[in-house]
């Protein structure tokens, strides 16, 4: 089954730049009904919105929202839903890549509370067991997710948590009751502002400095961020409830879902019930 995004209502956190601004640019121009791009940094956001409604005006709006905040979460959630009236697809996409002593607690709020909370509040209004019209959720979380390293462990736990979540609320029967479709991406290293000043970016000055020499260096190198959004896209199109995909070197997006099954089954064997 092919899932189409004309006519649909998005609703994008972290919309104003980097993938989350590509997000917005690719699912505007397939087609959809309304797009609702949340962020913090409002300059950027309304100019991305500006931008967009020359074209169609008044089909992409701008709110400010800082994600760590559930205030911010309530009110811009509610203000999306009396705009639209509906959403269709999440794509919980603010994320903040510190684990530096100031920051480390604001990013594991955005990175794993925001996501939480954001696909809480689209479950309870998309339910059809609740009178909703289903819908897809997508949580973006990270290779860093899947590997083990030491240079940014809080980040990595965060991701983690993103990971495991979704697959878990999406286990069956939960599409059978909900219609709501629930998709995971875990990213390869991607040229986005997260990956600037790398050597600030750890809980160590040392660790921070093997991260700026580590990440650049890797085979393939970083992908560009239309190779990502193209594999969102792609996952949207085409993915099945509660999967898992990879998205890295700028190579198409990869269902792995059959791949994390069979490691957690392998948990389950060799671990709970020896």
């Known amino acids: 089954m092919v899932h189409q995004v004309a006519g649909k209502n998005v609703l994008v956190t972290g919309g104003a730049s980097g993938l989350g601004a590509a997000y ?12 609702a791009v949340l962020d913090v940094a409002e300059q950027a956001g ?6 967009l409604n020359q074209t169609n005006a008044g089909k992409v709006i701008f709110i400010k929202c800082d994600i760590s905040k559930e205030d911010d979460i309530i009110a811009a959630f509610n203000e999306v839903l009396e705009t639209f009236k509906q959403i269709d697809i999440l794509i919980n996409n603010a994320g903040i890549m510190f684990d530096s002593p100031d ?22 209004h998309m339910s059809k067991a609740d009178g909703g019209a289903g819908g897809t959720i997508i949580n973006i979380s990270s290779a860093a997710a899947i590997t083990k390293g030491s240079l ?13 979540f979704s697959q878990s609320i999406a286990m069956d029967p939960f599409f059978a009751q909900t219609g709501v479709r629930i998709l995971t991406m875990c990213f390869g ?29 890797m085979p393939g190198g970083y992908q560009k961020i239309s190779s990502a959004a ?3 896209v792609q996952m949207y199109e085409t993915g099945p409830p509660g999967s898992i995909w990879y998205s890295a070197e700028d190579k198409p997006g990869r269902d792995i879902t059959k791949i994390v099954d069979a490691a957690f089954a392998e948990f389950d064997k060799s671990i709970l019930k020896a």
């Open 24 to 35: 917005v640019e690719k699912f505007h121009s397939l087609g959809a009904k309304n797009v």
């Open 46 to 51: 309304k100019a991305l919105v500006a931008r």
């Open 103 to 124: 920051l480390w607690r604001k990013a594991c709020d955005v990175n794993w509370q925001g996501v939480l909370s954001f696909t809480m509040k689209a479950i309870n």
């Open 152 to 164: 940014m462990p809080i980040y990595s736990g965060s991701k983690m948590a993103v990971f495991h």
């Open 189 to 217: 290293a991607t040229d986005t502002p997260l990956l600037e000043g790398l050597e600030k970016r750890s809980y160590k000055p040392e660790f921070g400095k093997m991260l700026a020499e580590f990440l650049p260096a």
């Open 230 to 232: 193209n594999a969102v």
